[in-house]
């Protein structure tokens, strides 16, 4: 059985995130989500509001990843480039959408407000993209290619990305275990490792933190997409686990 | 007058970021950081524990800024691989630390435990790096060229960037002023891209936000090396915003 794996990529654009102004929510948000529903989220990348630096960024994800998630930076003042950099990067026209427009007018007539240019340009959008909708402000994203442009904001953001999520191609889902050593990481890391090795079709994470009592003490994660690997890379580690504490007891 | 411009990218490395097992919360501290001490964070990138992937990031991170800021993945267990990583970047040997070692000897004595193989992958320091100590848990993170590699656990990491910060070039300080526009982005975007234009040395970036009334407002945010450059863009869009709240209130 040949299980497809379904990846991606998130762009996140904007100064405001790299002069620590803002405090990004979307990275974790899109994680989430993408573990949700199969989709293996295997970069992020932030960069400023400039050109150069989001042009590239979009070519080098495209590339690489079966989607890429951008967020910030479409909104209607001169630091809002993103529209522009998609479309460089695709080397397509910049142009004002027609369906687009008649959501800005048709949200203007409710809450007021002229559709001036700075309005008009969350309105361009690259030729050839499909809008993505904005059921809390409005103004669209867009998906073109392999690449979906989002807003900054989280509400909108998570608005578009529910847009979204039912037309992507998702994988089989990576099903995951939990596991509480109750033990020291660094008194558990070599058995680990060994255990691992001999389940290569899963993925082990080690993960220490201070329990309830200020204690060292270590989550372990086990990740497969396959139930029965799961299961027994679970158990193995069990097992390890009750023969490393009953030696530390011991000793 | 020039003034050097010093920057710097965070990669942020681990399966559990990427996953949204965790939430990063060292992105927006190093953020606040470089800021307060006066260096550009230019780019952030999160990458898996994966080697390709992180090695050709430190590789990629190191060539374009002045300095490399990497999180995460210096541990005691099988997925703890950044130290090889970096040393494979830089073409170095990973060696057992002479130092690395006597502090981890020093803090199992107080602690208990034994320096046993998993322990000792975290004395595994690449050849020419300097230790970076670390105040919280003993485990040191290490400095090589141009890369810092500190924990993920952000009271460490924290602990880190202090060992780290006096030593590091910084450039002068982008000062900001935020400025409250009591107007919707939409309405003051088309005149603030004038007064962008006409401040070239200047940052000026739009936030917008619903305020207490639950009114759509925006944040303009200027910021400029310059004092007097970022005092008459600041002028400028004090003026700007009187004209256009005039010109709302009399349409």
Redesign the interface.
């Given at each position: 059985m040949t299980v497809e794996i379904v990846t991606a990529a998130v762009l996140?654009i904007g100064?405001?995130?790299?002069?620590?102004?803002?405090?990004?929510k979307n990275?974790?948000y899109i994680?989430?989500?993408?573990?949700a529903i199969g989709v293996?989220?295997?970069?992020?990348?932030?960069?400023?509001?400039d050109e150069a630096?989001i042009v590239d960024a979009v070519n080098a994800l495209r590339a690489k990843y079966t989607y890429v998630f951008t967020t910030g930076g479409i909104?209607?003042?001169?630091?809002?480039i993103t529209a522009d950099c998609v479309a460089k990067a695709f080397g397509v026209p910049l142009d004002f959408h027609p369906e687009a427009i008649a959501i800005m007018k048709e949200r203007l007539a409710k809450s007021g407000?002229?559709l001036?240019?700075?309005?008009m340009?969350?309105t361009r959008i690259p030729r050839g993209a499909a809008l993505v909708a904005n059921k809390v402000s409005g103004a669209p994203g867009f998906w073109i290619g392999n690449v979906i442009t989002m807003a900054g904001?989280p509400a909108v953001m998570q608005a578009m990305l529910d847009e979204v999520a039912p037309k992507l191609k998702t994988g089989a889902k990576?099903m995951?275990e939990s596991i509480r050593a109750d033990a020291?990481?660094?008194?558990?890391?070599?058995e680990?490792?060994v255990v691992?090795?001999e389940h290569p079709d899963t993925?082990?994470?080690?993960?220490?933190f201070l329990d309830e009592t200020m204690a060292p003490n270590t989550n372990i994660?086990v990740?497969s997409r396959d139930a029965e690997k799961l299961a027994a890379a679970k158990a193995a580690i069990e097992a390890m686990l009750v023969k490393v504490r009953a030696q530390l007891g011991a000793?």
């Open positions: 996140v100064d405001e995130i790299l002069s620590g102004r803002t405090k990004d990275i974790g994680a989430d989500y993408c573990t293996d989220l295997k970069e992020v990348r932030v960069v400023s509001d630096a909104g209607p003042t001169h630091d809002d407000g002229e001036n240019e700075a309005r340009r969350m904001i990576l995951s020291k990481e660094g008194d558990v890391g070599t680990l490792g691992a090795k993925i082990i994470g080690s993960y220490p994660v990740r000793a």
